[in-house]
C-alpha cells in the first residue's frame, strides 16, 4: 500500500510581492503564510508527513511555534537556487528522515497557495490514486488570451481551448518525480507536471477551483486574507 507525503517548497524570497520578510512569512489570518497549508496537509488523515523545505539561511522559520504540527511536520534547511531544485534537494533529502518507497507519493504544494481547501485535496487524491502517472489541480482558462508586443500592445488573440492554469498539489510516484526533476532544466521550468511532461508523460488534470490562487502580487494579500478570515476556502466544493 503506498503512503503520501506533503512536501511544500518554502525557499523563495517573494521578490514579485516586494515585501520585506519572504512571502511564506506574511501574517494571513493571525498566522504565517505557510501555516495555513501545512494546516490542510495535517488534517488529511491520508497524509503521513509534512515536509517543508527552507532555505538554508532562513532564520524566521524558528521563531514561530510548530508543535501542533510535531507528529507530522519535518523540516529540511535544503532549498536551492530555483523551486525546482528546491523539492528536487528535498526529494533527496527525504529518505534520510522517513522510509520511503519508490511508488509513494509525493504531492508538492507551494508556501504561497494557503487557501487550498481539505476538500480540494482529497479530491486530487482520490482523481489520482489509481492513476499510472500522477496529476495536478488546474482550472482551464477563463479569460481570452492576448499576444502582446514588448511595448504591451495586443498582436492578436490566442485560443484558449484546452489551455488549463497549473495549480499545486501536483501528485507523483516519488521515483518518477525524482527522475524527472533529476534531468530537468531546474533554471526554466515552474512547476513539477512540466518536468513529468518532458518525460513524455501526460499528467491528469484535476479540476481545481480559484480560490486555490498563488500569492504573488501584493494585492494577492487582502484577497488570501478575506478568503482565510471567512473559512471560504472550505466552503466551496
Ligand atoms: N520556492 C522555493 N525555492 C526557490 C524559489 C521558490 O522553495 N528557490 C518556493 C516558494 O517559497 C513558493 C513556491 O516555491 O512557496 C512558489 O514560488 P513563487 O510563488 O515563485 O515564490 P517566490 O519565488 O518566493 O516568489 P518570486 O518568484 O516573486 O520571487
Ligand atoms: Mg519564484
Not at 528535498?90 to 520511503?100: C, D, F, K, Q, W
Not at 482520490?126 to 495586443?154: C, F, N, Q, S, Y
Not at 518536468?195 to 484577497?223: C, I, M, R, S, W
Request: hydrophobic share 40%; charged share 20%.
Amino acid at each position: 500500500m503506498s503512503k503520501s507525503f506533503a512536501l511544500i517548497p518554502a525557499a523563495g524570497s517573494g521578490s514579485r510581492i516586494g515585501k520585506k520578510r519572504p512571502k511564506q512569512y506574511l501574517t494571513l489570518a493571525g498566522k504565517p503564510m505557510i501555516h495555513h497549508a501545512i494546516h490542510t496537509f495535517y488534517r488529511a488523515p491520508r497524509i503521513a508527513h509534512i515536509f517543508v523545505i527552507l532555505s538554508p539561511n532562513d532564520e524566521l522559520w524558528s521563531q514561530y511555534d510548530w508543535s501542533e504540527f510535531s507528529n507530522k511536520l519535518v523540516v529540511l534547511n535544503c532549498g536551492g537556487a530555483t523551486r525546482a531544485e528546491s523539492v528536487l534537494n528535498g526529494l533527496r533529502a527525504m529518505p534520510s528522515t522517513v522510509n520511503i518507497s519508490n511508488q509513494d507519493w509525493i504531492l508538492v504544494h507551494d508556501a504561497a497557495r494557503p487557501c487550498l481547501s481539505s476538500k480540494q485535496l482529497e479530491f486530487l487524491m482520490d482523481e489520482i490514486a489509481d492513476d499510472e502517472t500522477g496529476g495536478l489541480l488546474a482550472i482551464p482558462v477563463a479569460d481570452t488570451l492576448k499576444r502582446g508586443t514588448m511595448h504591451h500592445r495586443a498582436i492578436n488573440t490566442e485560443s484558449r481551448e484546452n489551455l488549463w492554469q497549473a495549480q499545486t498539489p501536483q501528485m507523483f510516484r516519488y521515483h518518477l518525480l525524482v527522475k524527472a526533476l533529476s534531468q530537468a532544466n531546474a533554471s526554466q521550468i515552474t512547476d513539477d507536471a512540466s518536468a513529468v511532461e518532458a518525460l513524455q508523460y501526460h499528467p491528469k488534470l484535476v479540476l481545481g477551483n480559484t480560490l486555490n490562487f498563488k500569492v504573488t502580487y501584493p494585492q494577492d494579500l487582502a484577497l488570501a486574507e478575506l478568503i482565510l478570515q471567512e473559512g471560504e476556502k472550505n466552503c466551496t466544493p
